[in-house]
């Protein structure tokens, strides 16, 4: 990315407590409603965040589902109309959870977006393998990404967050293109799953914020959903994340965050940011896999030092070939 951690623009930035149109970086250390007040209609291109979830993190007190979605709506009213009409608002959400069951938030929170006469592009999955272990249900390894635009004129490049091709070398074999390569040589949709690691104690992004989202999450949205010296919000800002995507693109950022300590951290994240300080996973990383990478601990002890065959090396039931 040839446009990726420009030093100079970085260098010009300062991080201001109230927006205004003129800033570049603001961190607003309160409710994400007083802040939406200061914000002309139509001025974002881009608000991306992840809400409470109604679970009772310490950053949130638990209310009934529906003033829950009460206070929501209020929220996302307020960005509908601060979004321009080439823009996009991108809800990251889990499960709610009471006494066991779940009620998937996306499912509960989409009519308010298409009550506000929004249009859903995407449903994302994003799928990663760490976090609770259930015994009662499967384990959750899953969230949701609800992409929706104020309007069918919306920005959206593709080109900027392209993935490799599985099948590089691959060409047409009959018709008027036979034997030339038949993908696109800056790879491929990245498609509306994906698998990118969570934010958890090995990773190299984790703070003490209880539930941050990866920044590679947040530059695919920033990438693929704005321009240049475009405005992005996050109303529930945590540790700044998205601030440290879009400034790492050269687009303007804004957030909230009613909790000091957590609009602290974000603070920091986003100095070091701008100083080219500041650890990520990158975006082009691969999935860790321990086969692949020679891991000791994939060999169960007890399995070590026997000559006994897997279970699915030596059931023909299970098929011929020993699975991976
Ligand atoms: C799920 S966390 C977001 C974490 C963030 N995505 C990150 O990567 O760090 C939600 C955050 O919203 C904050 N918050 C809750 N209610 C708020 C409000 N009304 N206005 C602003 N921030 C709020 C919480 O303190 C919490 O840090």
Redesign the pocket.
Known sequence: MTHYNKPLFKRNRQIADAFALSASTVVYP????DLLKSIPDESLQLVV?????NIG?E??KKLHLDAYLQQQAR?ISECVRSLSHKGSICWQVGNYVDRGAIIPLDTVLCPIFSDLGLRMRNRIIWHFEHGLHCSRRFSGRYETIMWFTKSDDYIFNLDPVRIPQKYPGKKYFKGPKAGQYSCNPLGKNPGDLWMIPN?KSNHVEKTE?P???PVELIERLVLSLTEEDDWVL?????????LIAAIRHQRRGVG????PK?AEL?RKRIRQEMEGALRTRPMDRPIYDPVESGNSLIIAPWKKNTDQPMLFERSPKYGRKAAR
Do not use: I, W
């Open positions: 309160g409710d994400c409603l965040t992840s809400p409470p979830y993190k950053y949130e929220v934010v914020h539930c941050q989202f996050d109303p529930f800002l945590g540790t700044g994340t998205t909230a965050e009613t909790v957590y974000a």
